[in-house]
């Protein structure tokens, strides 16, 4: 069972491009500079999970409409077109890279959530904790940085995926000015 799931989640890695298009990505360096100058008096303090919290379930939602939309788009002849894999077979199929897009903007939402919910659940005193009292502040504020950080990727991701559509939408529109082009066979 995990090799299956490791199995996929490479193959959608692949699709998405892997490291480097993570560290390339307009959208994580956008979700940076909003970051740093802008929104640190929120994720420098306590309960910055608020916000995570309150708009990923709903974001969340909407992507997976999305998602199941955009792979339903255009008829099964241009799903199937879009679904041919490239003159290099090991490259991903078109099809695959928009639904990667989608995928990978929803595992960075359900990271976002699932840390801000550990980061609300670890925000507790404990005696054990009293060694390291002096640099909990430091932590604190590095955990609530990346935290943050992730949520506004995911904020960021939006227009990722919305691209995405608009790709396969600009796709498609050629491939129907392709069809209207091709010579009208009588069926008689």
């Given at each position: 069972?995990?090799?299956?799931?490791?199995?996929?989640?490479?193959?959608?890695?692949?699709?998405?491009?892997?490291?480097?298009?993570?560290?390339?990505?307009?959208?994580?360096?956008?979700?940076?500079?909003?970051?740093?100058?802008?929104?640190?008096?929120?994720?420098?303090?306590?309960?910055?999970?608020?916000?995570?919290?309150?708009?990923?379930?709903n974001l969340l939602g909407f992507t997976?409409?999305?998602?199941?939309?955009?792979?339903?788009?255009?008829?099964?002849?241009?799903?199937?077109?879009?679904?041919?894999?490239?003159?290099?077979?090991?490259?991903?199929?078109?099809?695959?890279?928009?639904?990667?897009?989608?995928?990978?903007?929803?595992?960075v939402q359900l990271l976002a959530l699932?840390?801000?919910?550990?980061?609300?659940?670890?925000?507790?005193?404990?005696?054990?904790?009293?060694?390291?009292?002096?640099?909990?502040?430091?932590?604190?504020?590095?955990?609530?940085?990346?935290?943050?950080?992730?949520?506004?990727?995911?904020?960021?991701?939006?227009?990722?995926?919305?691209?995405?559509?608009?790709?396969?939408?600009?796709?498609?529109?050629?491939y129907q000015r392709h069809l209207a082009?091709?010579?009208?066979?009588?069926?008689?």
């Amino acid at each position: 069972m995990y090799k299956g799931v490791a199995k996929i989640f490479a193959k959608y890695w692949l699709a998405y491009g892997g490291l480097r298009s993570l560290l390339c990505s307009p959208y994580l360096h956008i979700a940076v500079l909003v970051l740093l100058p802008l929104t640190y008096h929120t994720w420098s303090k306590c309960d910055w999970w608020n916000d995570p919290m309150a708009a990923l379930p709903n974001l969340l939602g909407f992507t997976l409409a999305g998602l199941a939309m955009s792979i339903g788009f255009g008829d099964d002849k241009f799903r199937a077109l879009l679904a041919e894999p490239d003159t290099d077979l090991t490259k991903p199929s078109d099809y695959v890279v928009m639904s990667s897009t989608f995928v990978h903007f929803i595992v960075v939402q359900l990271l976002a959530l699932v840390y801000s919910v550990a980061s609300k659940g670890l925000w507790f005193y404990a005696e054990w904790m009293d060694p390291i009292r002096d640099v909990l502040p430091v932590l604190n504020k590095i955990a609530g940085g990346v935290g943050y950080g992730l949520f506004l990727y995911a904020l960021t991701s939006v227009l990722a995926a919305t691209m995405a559509v608009f790709r396969i939408a600009s796709i498609y529109e050629a491939y129907q000015r392709h069809l209207a082009n091709q010579p009208k066979t009588d069926s008689k």
